[in-house]
């Protein structure tokens, strides 16, 4: 991973000179829960000017990240940064949270970020992260590697939903916010009141502590839909007033 990343950015730094203002690692890679099989390497640029000429310039570097199996990079000027924070709320506030500069100037230390319309962004992706779970399901009923790839691959998301659920309900400060998987679900899981042993059965999965033969697909998944469903509705509910 580290051999990857120095050469990532060296090819960033030699294609883009003084455009490039920051090379930022963030998710699971920064937060300390990268998992090899299952994470992905997110990295984040910001470039003083993004016209054509400077992207394309960027463009055999992204490809050849691409050809690693990584995701291309986020780009953003250091303006453009500031200005969509409001809108990436929860995106901003969790690479805040847990990044690491490969290259240049932190960018998120002083980076504020709008909290007003948190709680709608919130129910928003909750529900929308809900919907593609019933949509990708509808592909693969009865085909069990196929469902718990589904729960493994979205497990992170919904996590990371569900942080930003006990932020929305005030149950946490950011300060005291937990970070690790577990520990989120089941703070969610104690203040909803809800049966979160499916998410555990499936970061057991992921993490290699169990193997899909050995669980029951199918009950894991009616669980696992369960508990999102009831955490969505149950934080539309508390948010109301």
């Given amino acids: 991973m580290e051999k990857e990343l120095k050469e990532f950015v060296d090819k960033l730094k030699a294609a ?3 455009n490039l203002k920051s090379v930022v690692l963030y998710g699971s890679a920064a937060s300390g829960e990268f998992h090899p099989k299952h994470s992905d390497l997110n990295v984040l640029c910001v470039l003083e000017t993004l016209d054509p000429p400077a992207l394309a310039a960027l463009s055999p ?7 690693k199996s990584h995701p291309a990079p986020l780009i953003f000027s250091l303006e453009e940064l500031r200005r969509a924070s409001d809108v990436f709320a929860l995106e901003f506030f969790d690479i805040k949270a847990h ?4 290259w240049g100037q932190d960018a998120f230390a002083s980076l504020e970020i709008p909290m007003g319309l948190h709680r709608v962004q919130v129910e928003r992706e909750l529900r ?17 590697k196929a469902v718990c790839g589904l729960m493994t691959e ?10 930003h659920a006990l932020l929305a309900l005030g149950k946490c400060t950011p300060e005291r916010l937990p970070h690790r998987k577990r ?11 809800f049966d979160a042993s499916a998410f555990y ?23 696992y839909l369960q508990c999102v469903d009831r955490v969505t509705n149950d934080v539309d509910e508390k948010l109301k007033d």
Wanted: avoid cysteine; proline fraction near 4%; hydrophobic fraction near 45%.
């Fill in 154 to 163: 979205s497990v992170s998301s919904f996590a990371s939903l569900f942080r």
């Fill in 183 to 193: 520990e989120i679900i089941g703070s969610l899981a104690e203040l909803l009141d």
């Fill in 128 to 144: 929308t992260n809900l919907l593609k779970l019933r949509q990708h399901y509808l592909a693969a009923p009865g085909d069990n």
């Fill in 16 to 18: 883009a000179s003084t």
């Fill in 61 to 67: 570097a992204a490809t050849w990240w691409a050809r």
């Fill in 99 to 102: 990044h690491r500069i490969l």
């Fill in 201 to 223: 059965t499936v970061l057991d999965i992921r993490e290699g502590k169990l193997t899909p033969g050995q669980v029951d697909v199918p009950s894991t998944f009616r669980l």
